[in-house]
């Protein structure tokens, strides 16, 4: 039933942003593309989805295709990525849904399927951009991000992650800017922008994909905040944030093998079932 799932929140929030984004920002987003990352992603699911189920059946385990997920990884690409060519959305749209099927370890994919479709799309073809000022910097978009994504983040218990990121991100940059005598105003622009706080929020914090163990998520999101402050002012590369969470994503698995905790599961009964595997084997 619609919003019995943490997931159908989260559909219902960016589906607002991109309509807020579009009626208020006046941003460059043709409305086909939208459609074209959608029906991508959902397409892609399905097929691979399929694909995998003889294998899972073989395996007595039952595999359905996830069409919130890939809903929600249509609509993270469609706020975020920038293309001249509707080619370019679907490689996106289709290598994103494709990461979290072929890049698994312990049947666990790690790398963000949105942020896998944005590097792709970057790296891979010639008209793809990444706005990270697309959102600008008034206090009004920041309430709605928090009060939207604390929503959701107090559900899946994953404020460690932002909090963690943010934090530290936040401290370096005051460093930088004591160490650089500069006013305050200037710390409080680099902080305030609505894709930093989107990013924070629903990007880095994707349960399925973020190391599982809480001391596990702080270490990876301190990690990825050090490699985007490194980023940002030394290379001075835009799209910082990024860039390295799709570097450091490999570390979660790490991460995980270092402090074992029960992967997350969307459904309670999962968790539990997770939980008490856990526990047999420790």
Not at 91 to 100: C, E, N, T, W
Not at 187 to 205: K, Q, V
Not at 238 to 258: C, E, K, M, R, Y
């Amino acid at each position: 039933m619609l919003l019995k799932d943490i997931r159908d929140y989260q559909i219902l929030f960016l589906s607002l942003f991109l309509v807020l984004g579009i009626g208020t920002r006046d941003w460059t987003l043709r409305p086909e593309l939208i459609g074209v990352a959608i029906a991508t992603s959902v397409a892609t699911q399905w097929i691979l989805s399929l694909v995998i189920g003889y294998w899972s059946l073989a395996n007595n385990k039952e595999q359905s295709p996830n069409l919130r997920s890939a809903l929600i990884t249509s609509l993270g690409l469609s706020l975020l990525l920038r293309a001249d060519h509707w080619t370019t959305m679907a490689i996106a749209a289709a290598l994103a849904i494709a990461s979290k099927f072929i890049f698994q370890v312990g049947d666990k994919h790690f790398f963000n399927p949105a942020n896998f479709g944005i590097i792709s799309a970057l790296i891979l073809t010639p008209d793809a951009w990444v706005s990270p000022g697309q959102w600008g910097e008034e206090w009004w978009y920041g309430l709605l991000f928090l009060g939207t994504g604390g929503m959701i983040l107090q559900r899946i218990g994953r404020w460690d992650t932002t909090a963690a990121f943010l934090g530290s991100y936040s401290l370096l940059e005051a460093i930088r800017n004591l160490w650089l005598g500069w006013t305050w105003d200037v710390y409080w622009h680099r902080l305030m922008s609505g894709s930093l706080l989107l990013f924070a929020l629903f990007m880095i914090t994707d349960p399925r994909s973020i190391p599982n163990s809480r001391i596990g998520r702080v270490v990876w999101a301190i990690c990825i905040a050090g490699l985007t402050f490194i980023l940002r002012n030394y290379f001075f590369v835009s799209t910082a944030v990024f860039w390295a969470l799709f570097a450091l994503a490999p570390l979660s698995i790490l991460l995980d093998v270092l402090w074992l905790a029960p992967r997350f599961a969307w459904q309670e009964k999962d968790r539990e079932a997770g939980e008490e595997l856990l526990t047999q084997h420790s």
